[in-house]
């Protein structure tokens, strides 16, 4: 079990290493290319366009000829595109390979989770999944330690050097220690139309729309933190990029710390009665948090604010998969893809949002994780409707 959690924890926060390594080197990479902080934050828009639509094909492809072998091309694929950022010298060419890294990182997300669906049910499957947040959480936590510590020592451009390495351990660990977990007899057939009238089922399931939409929401708050946070307290508060990574990974621990009491409540709680509370405390939150940032209270509320947003978060995304993979078993590649490729689609749309907003104040970012909140809240209770999966998905407690 404890190997089995390393490596799907790895295969997943090869997504978030991609994206927040490189958060702190933003101010960097506009002065040496020469470019703007709006254009800057496009390759992290194309990043995560290449995660939503790289989840899409490979979710789709792993259903049809099984998880090991998309996930070992894409992976030699990440560690070429990697490498090739390190040695680009144009902001245009840096846009077109961040949406190959961010493609083909979404091989290790995506295909976690089907492993996961294929190999789980139930409150297993559940107690999986948070405790795979642990794993999850120390990669937000660490990237941009990591990456200040790349920055400190040698120019950003080590930050790939050092994304191409780690996937090269990846790949090695993958090729000895991942096995099959989807066997011929449950595979969908291959080509086109299979994959598309399979994502015909579940774009036309109401209660799984319903998930989707209340996890990409809430995830967009962790999206327009991310694609503001460098600028707001590096410029704005005046942090060093040390202080700005304890910052970043305290929202990190925050969203671990929740994810990993999760872990212990779906053994006893049904996992929609969970989300049922912690939407509600978003809105809260998050509204406060808009409401200092108008006062301009300082930095240390828009701190305490944005961890206790995250720590919402960690008990928000265990539980949406989960809901929403429990009905699409047979399918749990293309299911799991539209759950990844939501999140990030929607991310790709606030952060250039974010962008457009002068970093004078908190306000902006403040405003929009309100947003994100009140719409999650509103698709869950609307869409998904969580009595009727309390009253339709049966839940086994635990002690």
């Given amino acids: 079990m404890l190997s089995r959690l390393l490596l799907f924890g790895a295969l997943v926060a090869i997504g978030p290493l991609t994206i927040d390594m490189y958060l702190a080197a933003f101010p960097t990479v506009v002065e040496e290319l020469g470019t703007t902080e709006a254009v ?26 099984g998880r090991r072998i998309p996930l070992l091309t894409a992976l030699s694929v990440y560690v070429v595109t990697s490498i090739a950022i390190a040695v680009t010298a144009s902001v245009e060419t840096l846009l077109l390979l961040r949406f190959l890294q961010g493609f083909t990182a979404a091989s290790g997300m995506v295909l976690a989770q089907a492993m996961v669906r294929d190999l789980y049910s139930g409150s297993a499957m559940a107690t999986f999944i948070s405790r795979l947040f642990l794993i999850v959480g120390v990669a937000p936590i660490i990237a941009p330690t990591l990456g200040a510590q790349f920055l400190h020592f040698w120019p950003w451009r080590s930050i790939f050097w050092g994304l191409a390495a780690f996937g090269v351990v990846l790949l090695a660990v993958t090729v000895l220690r991942a096995q099959e977990t989807l066997p011929p007899a449950r595979r969908s057939a291959a080509g086109p139309r299979p994959a598309l009238a399979s994502y015909r089922v579940l774009l036309t399931d109401r209660r799984y729309v319903g998930l989707v939409l209340t996890a990409c929401t809430a995830m967009g708050s962790l999206f327009a933190y991310i694609s503001s946070a460098t600028f707001i307290f590096q410029d704005l508060y005046g942090m060093s990029v040390q202080q700005y990574a304890i910052v970043f990974a305290a929202g990190a621990g925050a969203l ?12 006893r709680v049904h996992p929609a009665r969970i989300v049922m509370v912690a939407l509600p405390a978003a809105v809260v939150i998050t509204t406060s948090l808009l409401i200092t940032s108008l006062l301009g209270l300082g930095v240390w509320p828009v701190v305490v604010g944005v961890v206790l947003v995250m720590g919402t978060v960690g008990f928000v995304m265990p539980n949406c998969p989960v809901i929403a993979l429990n009905d699409h078993g047979r399918r749990a590649g293309s299911a799991a893809a539209v759950l990844g490729a939501s999140n990030f689609t929607f991310g790709a749309l606030i952060s250039p949002i974010s962008g457009a907003f002068d970093t004078t104040n908190a306000v902006p970012m403040a405003a929009i994780m309100v947003g994100c909140s009140v719409a999650s809240l509103a698709f869950y209770f609307l869409l998904a409707r969580p009595r009727e999966i309390i009253a339709t998905m049966a839940w086994e407690t635990q002690g």
């Fill in 256 to 267: 671990t710390i929740a994810s990993q009491v999760n872990g212990s409540l779906v053994k």
């Fill in 40 to 65: 800057v934050q496009l390759t992290l828009t194309a990043t995560l366009v290449g995660l939503a639509t790289g989840q899409l094909t490979i979710g789709a492809v792993s259903d049809a000829v």
